[in-house]
């Protein structure tokens, strides 16, 4: 194995392009599908519903306490989502893309199932008991995808869309990203990761001391380094510049620094935790995709459950929301119960994710992205149809 990672490490990616003296290349309009990165996703998003399982109590006694220790720090999974889309934006970022077009695609990709389980949550605000009355402003905010900028809204309605106002700010702000990293070249890129990493650092580090005045877990300013980290690791991955571990060493950094989540500070130091696995994991998956080395996260039906996964993050956690008004707040049962309960809020979401994903992510893209003239061309028809670079998303992003 280690023998295949260092050649993978050494060989610049299949159809990149050449690199010159600079480290400046111009990436093909076609790449290979990276699948390892959404089996990954599904994983992320597992933890996640993990956390909300813990939080929500349906275990007690030691078999809550396994819970606690297996998902307590299931909220990084958002931090890899946040790597994972800028990864995947730069490695299907398209040469000559205008800015419009790609807010077009990233409207078609989020905006519709964001909407649907909106319209859910507001029905179930009116329908069921032990639910939050928002504002109309609180409620215009988090259809805007404005809400995680002001605190005191960031969990309204759907309380897990607040990261997907953080991946609206990652999108307003992608163009000049790109547009940045192709003049940077390799080193610059290096540089522009090693500025990220320190403001993860220093952001964790105030948080934890309070230094500002609102906790920046949820902040999509505070959380764009992330974002910016996959996108220098995909340009470094483009250029044949990428020296990470291999796949095996990176997810076991990644799980190390997962475990140790529940020695820091609650809330954002959380990130500075996980950040380093995340950030060589997910590279070293992409890689080993390209170079056909082994990935148990290539599997198929991994792969299938990780296009479900955005639909499956967003309607999760209503989900349990819904099920507090048959079984109460914090129910803690015994073992058998709560994993016979946890397996049908589990099964249900995920029947629902794949409601959301066939009935509305699906068509409501196609519809969106379908050519405005006859004469678009290749690019509108990449636009109308699901690409095999999507297809390797979380992000599918």
């Not at 690199?19 to 309009?29: D, I, L």
């Not at 504002?135 to 309204?156: C, D, E, F, G, V």
């Not at 959380?223 to 220098?232: I, N, Q, S």
């Not at 998956?285 to 996260?297: E, F, K, M, T, Y």
Request: net charge positive.
């Amino acid at each position: 194995m280690t023998t295949a990672t260092t050649r993978a490490n050494r060989t610049p990616p299949a159809r990149t392009g050449t690199a010159n003296g600079s480290g400046r290349s111009s990436p093909p309009t076609a790449l290979p599908s990276l699948p390892s990165l959404t089996g990954l996703r599904w994983m992320a998003a597992l933890l996640v519903f993990g956390l909300h399982v813990n939080n929500f109590g349906y275990f007690t006694g030691g078999a809550g306490s396994i819970v606690f220790w297996a998902f307590g720090a299931g909220a990084t999974g958002v931090s890899f989502f946040f790597v994972l889309s800028g990864f995947v934006l730069t490695w299907s970022a398209r040469p000559r893309d205008r800015a419009l077009a790609f807010w077009r695609r990233r409207i078609a990709r989020v905006y519709p199932v964001h909407l649907v389980t909106l319209a859910v949550a507001l029905l179930m605000t009116y329908t069921l008991a032990h639910q939050g009355n928002p504002t109309p402003k609180q409620t215009l905010a988090n259809a805007l995808l404005l809400h995680s900028w002001w605190h005191p809204w960031w969990q309204t309605l759907n309380p897990v869309s607040w990261s997907l106002a953080c991946e609206a700010f990652f999108y307003a702000s992608f163009p000049l990203l790109i547009l940045l990293l192709r003049r940077l070249g390799a080193r610059g890129s290096i540089a522009l990761g090693g500025l990220s990493v320190a403001a993860v650092v220093v952001l964790a580090w105030a948080d934890a001391h309070h230094w500002l005045d609102q906790p920046v877990y949820s902040f999509p300013a505070a959380r764009l380094p992330e974002f910016v980290l996959g996108a220098v690791t995909a340009r470094l991955v483009l250029l044949g510049r990428w020296r990470g571990p291999g796949l095996e060493a990176s997810l076991a950094l990644a799980i190390m620094g997962y475990f140790f989540v529940p020695q820091v500070t609650p809330g954002f130091s959380a990130t500075a935790c996980t950040l380093a696995g995340f950030t060589l994991l997910i590279p070293a998956a992409a890689v080993a995709d390209l170079q056909g080395l082994p990935s148990l996260w290539r599997h198929r039906r991994l792969v299938r459950l990780g296009e479900l996964s955005f639909a499956f993050y967003m309607i999760h956690l209503l989900v349990l929301r819904a099920g507090t008004n048959l079984l109460g707040t914090k129910p803690h049962f015994g073992v058998l119960t709560g994993v016979g309960v946890t397996a049908v809020v589990f099964g249900l979401s995920l029947g629902l994710s794949w409601l959301l994903y066939e009935a509305v992510e699906r068509p409501a893209r196609r519809l969106l992205l379908r050519r405005r003239r006859a004469g678009d061309g290749s690019a509108s028809r990449l636009e109308s149809l699901p690409s095999s670079r999507e297809a390797a998303a979380p992000a599918r992003d």
